[in-house]
């Protein structure tokens, strides 16, 4: 019976590759999922690497269309910004990956799946939990993280067997993918130091970018971006376009510390020029459309679906339940929004749509309206005022109350 493993070339699934057969006596199909970031010498390579480890076969998976239907687009709709700051481009993946590790299996009638993930991340998490719910019956293998093993026993394995391993040549470790590309290096390790500029990958440095800005213009319809200047675009190719035009500026460089799912904190580097882009401009055309309370609702809702999103809990029922809620908020998100991209900014420079909450022949900020007169504004302010009023009226009787009821000091000996 074989093993279908989660496949990425690296270090860790390299060794999984002989292991796998060495100690289950079994045949190992190696899957490849592309959720963005990979050229086609990246696949022709990752599929050459598995070949050589003697995988019995290999299969790729083009996972972006799932990644962005399934995962991207209620990241726009719902503006996730996890800790403010960081959208989220590696946990969506691991989701992705998962589900097609256990189609494949299924596919070829494997009973056990296995994937490289170490004792100490966030991905173990995700594709356990996601393997588990998408294939019940599958039986779930993750050595390196059963085995303990550092990548200096990892390498030795490999070459004792004869296998070649790579020396990096690079400080940093890279994760490229559809929705931007995450970081990690020796000051991710701490919370004190910056990412130096030749961490980031792709991104033009902000102070090297063009001295002429760009602005653009992103169509939504629905609340989902379908066309930059004019000319459609599916969810993809528009990501993809964007993440090339903004990087070329410098926007989406940043670094986030947050809480990992196993409890510590932990820090990462990441470039994801269309999210920043995207987010900032769908929520711009939101608080033109959407009333107050529905961007506080939709706010909170959005932190959590990404909290839980980001925690491999995707397949919780209350994730299709907050989804129902976005897609019924979105109905209205519809129009144009100009954006302007200088110098590593992405600067919303004015929204349009014809669903805008903005009508100045009602009224205007500030200086007159057809709603209301002085009268009803003066009655307004002053029930406005009500409860606090009556607030601090309590608070100042109860503080005399207990002023008056206090002892007299005794008199001294």
């Known amino acids: 019976m074989p093993i279908v493993l989660a496949f990425s070339g690296g270090l860790d699934t390299s060794f999984c590759v002989p292991y796998l057969q060495e100690t289950y006596d079994a045949p190992v199909h190696t899957v490849t999922v592309d959720t963005g970031g990979l050229t086609d010498s990246d696949r022709t390579a990752v599929e050459a690497r598995a070949r050589d480890l003697g995988a019995d076969a290999h299969h790729l998976v083009d996972g972006r269309a799932q990644l962005y239907d399934d995962h991207l687009s209620y990241l726009i709709t719902g503006n996730v910004l996890k800790g403010g700051v960081y959208p989220l481009c590696v946990g969506p993946e691991r989701i992705v990956q998962a589900r097609a590790v256990a189609t494949v299996a299924q596919e070829i009638g494997a009973e056990t799946v296995a994937h490289g993930s170490t004792g100490a991340g966030n991905d173990q998490v995700r594709f356990d939990v996601a393997l588990r719910l998408v294939g ?52 991710t390790l701490t919370a004190t130091q910056p990412l130096p500029e030749q961490a980031y990958p792709d991104t033009t440095p902000p102070t090297d970018a063009p001295d002429t800005p760009q602005t653009l213009t992103v169509t939504f319809e629905e609340g989902l971006p379908v066309a930059i200047d004019g000319t459609p ?61 529905q961007q506080i609702r939709k706010q909170a809702l959005g932190d959590v679906y990404g909290r839980l999103l980001h925690e491999g809990q995707y397949f919780d029922p209350v994730m299709r339940d907050i989804e129902a809620f976005l897609d019924h908020s979105q109905d209205v998100v519809s129009g144009t929004v100009a954006v302007k991209l200088f110098k590593g900014t992405a600067q919303v420079q004015g929204v349009d749509s014809p669903h805008s909450m903005f ?55």
């Open 136 to 187: 019940d019956a599958l039986d779930v293998l993750a050595p390196i993280r059963r085995l303990g093993l550092s990548r200096d026993e990892s390498t030795a394995f490999l070459e004792e067997r004869g296998f070649s391993v790579p020396t990096d040549t690079t400080d940093y470790s890279i994760n490229r993918g559809l929705w931007g590309t995450t970081i990690g290096g020796q000051e």
């Open 233 to 293: 675009l599916s969810g993809v190719d528009l990501v993809e376009a964007l993440t090339e035009i903004g990087g070329a500026h410098g926007v989406g460089r940043d670094i986030h510390v947050g809480d990992t799912i196993l409890g510590i904190k932990g820090r990462i580097g990441f470039e994801a020029p269309a999210a920043e882009i995207l987010i900032a401009a769908h929520r711009e055309l939101e608080k033109v459309v959407l009333s107050e309370e």
């Open 359 to 413: 009508d100045a022949g009602t009224a205007t900020y500030g200086e007159e309206n057809a709603l209301w007169d002085g009268r009803d504004a003066e009655g307004y302010t002053t029930l406005a005022a009500v409860s606090s009023r009556l607030a601090k009226k309590a608070r100042t009787d109860a503080s005399t109350t207990a002023s008056e009821d206090a002892p007299a000091p005794s008199a001294s000996p």
